[in-house]
């Protein structure tokens, strides 16, 4: 996980270096500028550019991989006209290396933007920057944002599930884009938009996917979503030494612990369990038991009223929201990766939208009755980028600790979307609800009572709400942290 950012218009250098500090928590390693050249391995806090440019990239590093196949390199990167910044990972990086040097790509490659960048370079040989760009992610696996300048169009692009934030906007001489929105405030830029998931911004206008996944209609094989789960979390863990799990003992998060736990025996891969909660909460209690089931290390984050207070206002303020059901979840995703962070490692495991896929949600009994359930679940997961996903990041992010969602990989999320409803709530009285996935996370190893314990929001699971609504909103004013 990284920050990108860029202007066009009129600004100057100094800008960009706005924008890079206020973003610096999601890239703390190195930053970087593309001002007329590329500048690597800046001191953002001394660098100073006072001249003015039409066109500028910059970004924050966060280093996760550092061997001698793959690197988490300083950006912008740059090949033949092309200049490029990249937020996210590539899952099938070693593919996508391979499919270069066979097409007569010659060139030693070890960054996810580098991979980006040659894919774009080879097709825009032959097509223009959009067709090019099209291409690229046509033949790509990953969660990201980038944007690619080739000396006269701009493309910026998001993932196909808006995993990885990517804002835009302008004002009267401005033009930008950024991972965050205050990165753009900073340089007075008010009027902002998020991309929507699989679009490409191109010189301004915005170019919708010819069909969204959540569109894609076709008969889902039930027998194929533990192999594609349990893919999604390797995809997710290749590479990596060790990996936390965002942990409340629910079905979701230790379905992923159990699989993660399997690919462990095959691969030195270190894992800890991560749950949030106050003491005695349902939460701890079901996290205690499920990492004892799973013979995992747990460490309990045992949240207080004073934590809650020294916490919200940056929490508030990131997610741009006081409302206490969003700033509830947003605080357990703090917490959690904020010891995440403190144990020395860059990455963490969520359980985040299985509800949205499986039909978790207590609402969705009412769909299924309706009839209704296929349809909203995919409406949900085509709105979950701004309702949960920005939330989560700008949380995890506080702590420059990055998020990787197995269930939404998109080749699982498109098989599921197209399972039938009764396999996912099998009555107007299942109570229980997302059936398939509860029986197969039983199926596969983990106790009835792990996998069929009942579905509890985070922020009530872990008594954060409580906390909010009985001693907090009392006396503090939510909206002025904002």
Not at 264 to 279: C, P, Q, T
Not at 327 to 334: D, F, R, S
């Amino acid at each position: 996980m990284c920050s990108i950012v860029g202007l066009q218009g009129k600004f100057k250098g100094n800008d960009v270096i706005k924008m890079l500090k206020s973003s610096k928590n999601r890239g703390p390693d190195s930053s970087g500028v593309f001002l007329d050249k590329i500048h690597t391995d800046i001191n953002i806090d001394e660098f100073a550019d006072d001249r003015e440019y039409e066109m500028a990239f910059g970004h924050n590093l966060l280093s996760i991989y550092d061997s001698n196949d793959r690197v988490s390199k300083a950006q912008p990167v740059e090949k033949d006209n092309l200049v490029l910044v990249f937020n996210g990972e590539i899952y099938n990086f070693f593919t996508m290396r391979n499919f270069l040097a066979k097409v007569g790509v010659e060139a030693e490659i070890t960054s996810d933007a580098e991979i980006l960048i040659y894919l774009i370079d080879f097709y825009a040989k032959k097509l223009d920057l959009l067709k090019a760009v099209e291409s690229a992610i046509r033949l790509i696996d990953g969660d990201y944002a980038f944007a690619v300048w080739d000396g006269e169009n701009l493309a910026i692009a998001r993932d196909p599930l808006g995993v990885k934030p990517l804002f835009y906007g302008q004002n009267d001489n401005l033009k930008g884009f950024a991972s965050t929105r205050q990165s753009l405030k900073e340089v007075g830029i008010t009027d902002i938009d998020a991309l929507k998931p699989e679009h490409i911004l191109y010189n301004g206008e915005d170019i919708a996917p010819a069909q969204p996944i959540y569109e894609k209609i076709f008969e889902g094989d039930v027998a194929k979503i533990d192999k594609m789960l349990r893919l999604s979390v390797i995809k997710r863990v290749e590479s990596l030494a060790e990996i936390g799990v965002i942990f409340s003992g629910g079905v979701d998060s230790s379905y992923l612990a159990l699989l993660l736990k399997e690919i462990s025996d095959n691969v030195a891969l270190k894992i800890k369990l991560y749950a949030v909660g106050v003491e005695g909460s349902q939460d701890v209690e079901a996290a205690i038991y499920a990492s004892k089931f799973l013979n995992l290390d747990l460490e309990i984050v045992e949240v207080t009223e004073d934590m809650v207070r020294e916490a919200l206002p940056q929490v508030v303020n990131a997610i741009g929201d006081d409302n206490l059901m969003k700033v509830g979840v947003g605080l357990t995703t703090y917490f959690a990766t904020k010891k995440v962070a403190e144990d020395g490692i860059r990455v963490a495991i969520s359980g985040q939208g299985a509800d949205e896929l499986f039909g978790g949600y207590k609402r969705y009994v009412q769909s299924f009755i309706d009839g209704t359930l296929n349809y909203d679940l995919r409406v949900d997961m085509s709105n979950m980028y701004h309702v949960n996903l920005e939330r989560d990041d700008a949380c995890s992010m506080l702590n420059s600790v990055e998020l990787r969602l197995p269930f939404l990989d998109k080749k699982l999320v498109e098989l599921v979307l197209n399972i039938p409803d009764n396999k996912k709530i099998v009555s107007m009285h299942d109570d229980m609800r997302k059936s398939i996935l509860r029986k197969l996370a039983f199926e596969e190893g983990l106790d009835y009572e792990i996998a069929y314990r009942p579905k509890k929001a985070a922020q009530y699971g872990t008594g954060i709400d409580k906390i909010l609504r009985k001693k907090i909103v009392k006396d503090t004013d939510l909206s002025s942290y904002l």
